[in-house]
T-cell receptor, first 113, second 113 residues
Framework: DGGITQSPKYLFRKEGQNVTLSCEQN?????MYWYRQDPGQGLRLIYY???????QKGDIAEGYSVSREKKESFPLTVTSAQKNPTAFYLC????????????FGPGTRLTVL | DAKTTQPPSMDCAEGRAANLPCNHS???????VYWYRQIHSQGPQYIIH???NNETNEMASLIITEDRKSSTLILPHATLRDTAVYYC??????????????FGTGTRLTVIP
């Protein structure tokens, strides 16, 4: 089955620790995205990547880092510099950026204790 | 910047049509209207999109006014599984950078048995 997978679904970390969230897609999409969602709020763009080895900051990139070494993978690291890391994190992909439809993974709920 | 305005919540009786409105009075000529929905604690699901003509697919219909300043998403026979938050989003053709999709707070649709 083609799609986007995110793991794990729930993640707990202690304050001050870096944590990496996984996102994999087998849709052969060039573009991938990371969003953050807080309770009762919409989605906000953290980072996006149009092609391998390239990525750009979104609205709220501070305290986050990404890499795009493979077309299929776009991991997000939540660093200790992120002041409020507890949130629901969503990964998406699209054939290209611009107006192409984005397809979302199931999300990872991160709780920092 | 929020480009769309949606009512925060709506109810619909099961089996009836659900009509979800969206205002996008500042939409420009090259911008599309996209609709996504998000069931609690899941990733957003693409529903439909359009530029100026009405569109229909297996999930829904999208009616865009002639001046393109507003649109309505129609779920023809709402079921309990359609209970979700529905997002109306405006994006542009030539934008290849960040914010190609801005998710606001959407409309929470509750389908009532």
């Amino acid at each position: 089955d083609g799609g986007i997978t995110q793991s794990p679904k729930y993640l707990f970390r202690k304050e001050g620790q870096n944590v990496t969230l996984s996102c994999e897609q087998n849709l052969n999409h060039d573009a991938m995205y990371w969003y953050r969602q807080d309770p009762g709020q919409g989605l906000r763009l953290i980072y996006y990547s149009q092609i391998v080895n390239d990525f750009q900051k979104g609205d709220i990139a501070e305290g986050y880092s990404v890499s795009r070494e493979k077309k299929e993978s776009f991991p997000l690291t939540v660093t200790s510099a992120q002041k409020n890391p507890t949130a629901f994190y969503l990964c998406a992909s699209s054939p290209r950026t611009g107006t192409d439809t984005q397809y979302f993974g199931p999300g990872t709920r991160l709780t920092v204790l | 910047d929020a480009k769309t305005t949606q009512p925060p919540s709506m109810d619909c009786a099961e089996g009836r049509a659900a009509n979800l409105p969206c205002n996008h009075s500042t939409i420009s000529g090259n911008e599309y209207v996209y609709w996504y929905r998000q069931i609690h604690s899941q990733g957003p699901q693409y529903i439909i999109h359009g530029l100026k003509n009405n569109e229909t697919n297996e999930m829904a219909s999208l009616i865009i006014t002639e001046d393109r300043k507003s649109s309505t998403l129609i779920l023809p026979h709402a079921t309990l599984r359609d209970t979700a938050v529905y997002y109306c989003i405006v994006t542009s053709i030539y934008q290849t950078g960040a914010n190609n999709l801005f998710f606001g707070t959407g409309t929470r649709l509750t389908v009532i048995p």
